[in-house]
């Protein structure tokens, strides 16, 4: 590095290589993301850290929960630290199953499949239900996995349109459009969008595509734990518990504090996915120790239904606060809550202010948010208690740029 702190490329080596060699246009790309304000820098969590943590997705406070760290250590001296291979050659166990069996009851689906992360979740749901032969009909607000998805369906000879951020009359308006045919019409949603918390009209949807004879397919990876009765997730809170025509999407890495994601929906469904999904053929298994601490909070959960009403609720008194104190605070949904900054720039101080004071939060900037604005993600916790709301309010007002 340079006394102007500009990188300095290697020189080249190689014929071909050009004067910096074949990699020497990311000098010139990371300088552009820094002028911008985008670098980002991994900045690893120390334990014993006292930090007040509003940047996690650990909704439900279960990712350190006795229950839920004994199972993980039991499954890894049962079972080994990890799956050993995809789950159709040595990956699958019985608490593999068992955790599934699980899930599907508690969403009130026909069947369950666990992945070893909810975005392999997503590329297997979307690939392989809707790819050759569908029109996929997208929310532009998607998941950057729903994205990344929606491109393979594509690539694949999916016809693939987009609607207006959480609007299903433009997603019934697309279903309406002729498409090329004998196309299957399928729509792609987020249940709960993470960068704002915004909760998409999920009965809207389901009615668009009923009325359409198209199949629905969901993201909820911020619904379940958090939405519905004892956070039963989307379907049970827009009242469509067991739909036949929905698949759903979910993590296992939020409101259960594990790792993983899962595809749950009708059996017919899980067993395409099985024999054709290739996140699920060629990768390996989601880690036994994994598996049961998702099981184990799963259980905590349906043993204490009450924690998702006390997180819906924080995040509205959170919301309302900051609003108070004349912040622009998004009204939750759910359990997100977001603070527009007024610069990518100004938001990375921001987020390392609050940290210097004790609060962790999120910071999100482009491209990660699609309208380009940049602005404090803040991700409640059911066991946050009223003192530490109080703190976390007073640190993110009195911190602002």
């Not at 304000?37 to 900045?43: A, D, F, P, T």
């Not at 050659?89 to 499949?113: K, N, S, W």
């Not at 987020?351 to 910071?363: I, L």
Request: hydrophobic letters at 45%.
């Amino acid at each position: 590095m340079t006394a102007t702190g500009e990188d300095t490329a290697p020189p080249a080596s190689g014929r071909g290589a050009g004067a910096a060699g074949p990699f020497g246009w990311l000098a010139a790309a990371a300088r552009e993301r820094e002028a911008a304000g985008l670098r980002r820098v991994l900045r690893p969590r120390r334990p014993g850290e006292d930090l007040l943590d509003l940047a996690s997705n650990d909704y439900l406070g279960l990712t350190r929960h006795p229950k839920v760290v004994r199972a993980a250590a039991g499954a890894a001296r049962r079972w080994g630290a990890g799956a050993t291979g995809s789950r159709l050659v040595t990956g699958d166990t019985v608490l593999h199953r068992e955790l599934e069996a699980e899930l599907a009851d508690f969403y009130g689906a026909e069947a369950a499949l666990v992945f070893s992360s909810g975005y392999a979740a997503n590329l297997a749901m979307v690939t392989a239900l809707a790819g050759a032969g569908a029109h996929l009909v997208c929310d532009r607000g998607n998941h950057a996995s729903l994205i990344d998805a929606a491109r393979l369906a594509k690539g694949a000879g999916a016809r693939v349109s987009l609607f207006d951020h959480g609007d299903p009359a433009a997603a019934a308006a697309a279903l309406a459009a002729p498409p090329a045919e004998g196309l299957r019409p399928v729509v792609l949603s987020d249940t709960v969008f993470s960068v704002d918390g915004d909760l998409t009209d999920v009965a809207a949807l389901a009615r668009a595509c009923r009325d359409a004879g198209a199949a629905l397919l969901l993201d909820d990876a911020h619904g379940l734990g958090v939405l519905g009765e004892g956070g039963a997730g989307c379907l049970t809170a827009a009242g469509l518990r067991g739909d036949p025509g929905t698949a759903v999407s979910a993590t296992l890495s939020k409101s259960l504090g594990a790792q993983g994601g899962a595809v749950l929906g009708p059996a017919a469904v899980v067993r395409h996915l099985v024999e054709t999904a290739r996140t699920f053929i060629f990768d390996t298994g989601l880690a036994p120790p994994a598996a049961a601490a998702a099981l184990a909070a799963l259980r905590v959960l349906r043993a204490e239904p009450e924690r998702p009403a006390r997180l819906r609720g924080l995040a509205r008194e959170l919301a309302a606060g900051l609003a108070g104190c004349g912040l622009e605070a998004s009204v939750p949904d759910a359990a997100v809550v977001s603070v527009t900054a007024p610069s990518p720039e100004a938001c990375v101080e921001w987020a390392r202010r609050c940290a210097d004071a004790g609060v962790r939060v999120g910071c999100f900037r482009p491209p990660s948010v699609p309208d380009a604005r940049s602005r404090l993600r803040l991700t409640l916790r059911a066991d946050l208690t009223d003192a530490e709301l109080a703190r976390a309010l007073d640190t993110v007002a009195a911190t602002r740029p």
